[in-house]
């Protein structure tokens, strides 16, 4: 059985190697391509927590409709969301001049950020 420090090192190292590329060893277009698909595995991320968060709402919960929209929904969206990732990839090796990504981060996160303090707000 591995132990709890090499799993520790396992992600960690899945982490730190695109960054260490992204400012180490990367040219202009690596780094757009980069973009590209770490976007893709953020948004999956995000949407997967999302999603595993919902299921954990009382009123999601309990036997219903609610309950019932979510079951059924959840692994579509999962399936939606995921093929986000080789879309990404398949942009990312096939495009030559890669679409500018960088206003696509920058609105993200500023839309992000405001529906999150209208969100907590409105809580």
Known sequence: MLSVPFYVGLFGSVFMAPIYRYWRKSGSVERQQLKWVTSSLVVA???????????????????????????????????LVF??????????????????IDPIINRTLVYGALTATIIGLYI
Do not use: E, N, Q
């Open 83 to 100: 093929m986000l990732v080789p879309a990404s990839i398949g942009i990312a090796v096939l495009r030559y001049r890669l679409w500018d």
């Open 45 to 79: 991320l995000v949407s997967f927590l999302g999603v595993g968060a919902l299921s954990d709402v009382p009123a999601l919960s309990k036997p219903g409709i609610p309950a019932a929209l979510l079951a059924l929904s959840g692994p579509v969206a999962f399936g």
